[in-house]
């Protein structure tokens, strides 16, 4: 017996003697998925760009204050009130050393003397917060109705009737009228600043979350004809599970790039809010704010209009771009072009 | 197509209702109250007869419902009055304003022509530009030109009305002093000289409402034309020798526009609502700032009003582009 086999595996590698059997070594080390989103992401220059610009203001904007030790909300008294009000951009003094700046306050003062750039930190550090949260409550909402309407057959009507009743809302008119009416409750609740942020993150995550649920429930509905669902299903898998393990992290690349323009949304309906007079308290900047308190002097002091009003186009660029190599990247009939 | 028609009219109906139960309810949540700006020494019962004057002293479902009647019955009917000389309306309540104690529809007949001036022109003006800019990206696919489109068209949506709006303030009102910054909606135009003025003034307004438009409509005709330019009818055209211009102006553009046509039908009430952050921005006094005055001088029924015909215009122009949509493809069939 033993005899027989070693014959014949010795026939078989004399017979191989010049190419010894081996396994295929692949060249590279295996990819996950998302090396090869990122390596996508990469190659889109806008997005890289987008990305990059993105996390530039992030980290000036919450690391700054702790590097440039000026107080935003300081106000001057006295004769330092005079001497710092009013203050230019220091950069001015290249062409013109009459003009009135210092070193000291790189991008100027205001009319009472607090400091552009502490403020415009400070402001940059709300906003974007605001666009965060909002945009993560506009996901949860988006993607819970979403997967539900698209799930559960019985709830797919009612759900899609109330996103249709949302789409058609006038948006604009309704966050100022609720603005208004629930500004003194809720400040009374969490402090002023605090009531307006809860009050801004809750109004525009609640009428932002229509176009998330549409695409989820789109893409929820083609995946539960699927056959590994119906394997999931054979097993007594349920419901709660099914969505959790299996619905879900299928539809995440449509939910990230609604993410990215969420984000986009919330900061520039914030910062409408509050450049119409409808959002934080005036000693409380945002980058909306800034720029309304800027444009009654704006024929003065142009610069004071201009930088909240190019930080707030710029992260909304930055953003919109990193959606749109982020949909390229997640799309793998894209991807690997 | 008729019966779709009629049908989607018929839901539209229940969908309005809603949303203008939703709006009154909001309002009716409001804090202020439209006595408190008469003095303390008119006596209590008084204001209560005052109050009542407003249509404020009925349960809610009355002053709902005599809403309803007033927006749909009896002001038709003075539309109609004014129009043929007739006497319908004769002697019944309109929907009253709180700050001005005048029928609310006056007020925004006086105030839609500015709004409907600026926005209306933009709106074409941002039509007319981005289709070429559209057709012309797509054709040449990832030539300097598309590049340089789609990445205006991605400013253009970046930029905010409220930063755009300052910015061409600041260059061409403040740094060159070539426009006025202000819109002057008393000026009559009645010759050569004031209709000038008109243009000059209408010109940064329209140029900021028409940037989004731009953007927004360039990329879809984009898209549109590229989905089409590849398709086997287009190679024919080609094979039988017709020119080139033919086959893209005539052939291929024709389909691309159906879409691109129910995206421009969409976004009316759209820009009716950016409306609003522009007529603020260069202070025309059209329906958007009207808006904003009446929220902030607790206008109750001048807000419901407005914020209804919002809701009126999206609704509307969502049927719009839905039965165009099926008119003009013959492949769509919703029946």
Sequence with gaps: ?337 | MLTYTIRRLVLAIPTLMFISLVIFLLLELAPGDPMAQVPLTVPPEVKERMREALGLGEPLHVRFVKWLYQFFVIEPAVFIDTMFGTDWAEGQQRVISWQTRSPVMEIVVQRLPQTLTVVGLAYLVGVLIALPIGIYSAYKQYSVFDQAGTFISMVGFSVPPFFSGVLVIVIFSVQLGWLPSIYDTTLTVNSWETFWQQVRQMVMPVMVLALQTTAQISRFMRASMLDNLNQDYVRTARAKGLSEATVVLIHVLRNSMIPVITVIALGVPAIFGGAIITEQVFKVNGIGQLLITAIEANDLPMVHTLTFIFAVLIVTFNLIADVLYGVLDPRIRYD
């Design chain 1, 1 to 337: 017996m033993t005899e027989g086999n070693e014959s014949r595996v010795t026939a078989v590698t004399s017979a191989m003697v010049t190419e010894p059997l081996t396994d295929p070594v692949p060249s590279a080390p295996p990819r996950s998925q998302w090396v090869d989103v990122w390596a996508q992401f990469r190659h889109h220059r806008g997005a890289f760009a987008g990305l990059i610009v993105f996390m530039t203001i992030i980290l000036g904007v919450f690391l700054g204050p702790l590097l440039y030790a000026q107080d935003a909300q300081y106000v001057p008294t006295g004769r330092d009130f005079l001497r710092l009000k009013d203050m230019r951009p220091a950069y001015m003094l290249l062409w013109d050393s009459g003009v009135k700046a210092e070193w000291a306050h790189p991008l100027g003062t205001d009319n009472i003397g607090r400091d552009t750039l502490a403020r415009l930190m400070q402001g940059g550090q709300v906003s974007i917060t605001v666009g965060l949260a909002a945009m993560l409550l506009s996901l949860f909402l988006g993607t819970l109705i979403g997967t539900m309407a698209g799930y559960f057959r019985k709830l797919d009507g009612p759900l899609m009737r109330l996103t249709d009743l949302f789409l058609a809302l006038p948006l604009l008119p309704l966050l100022l009228v609720t603005v208004l009416l629930f500004r003194e409750p809720l400040k009374q609740a969490f402090g002023p600043e605090g009531g307006i942020f809860v009050l801004i993150v809750f109004i525009v995550g609640v009428t932002s979350w229509m176009q998330t649920a549409r695409i989820v429930r789109g893409d929820v509905l083609a995946l539960k004809e699927r056959e590994f669902v119906l394997a999931a299903q054979s097993i007594g898998t349920r419901s709660g599970k099914m969505v959790i393990r299996h619905i879900l992290p299928n539809v995440l690349s449509p939910i990230m790039v609604s993410a990215t323009l969420g984000i986009a949304t919330a900061i520039i309906t914030e910062s409408a809010l509050s450049f119409l007079g409808f959002g934080f308290p005036p000693d409380f900047p945002t980058w909306g704010r800034l720029l309304n308190d800027a444009v009654d002097r704006m024929t003065l002091f142009p610069e004071r209009a201009i930088f909240p009003g190019v930080l707030i186009s710029l992260t909304v660029l930055s953003v919109n771009y990193m959606g749109d190599g982020l949909r390229d990247a997640l799309d793998p009939r894209i991807r690997g072009r």
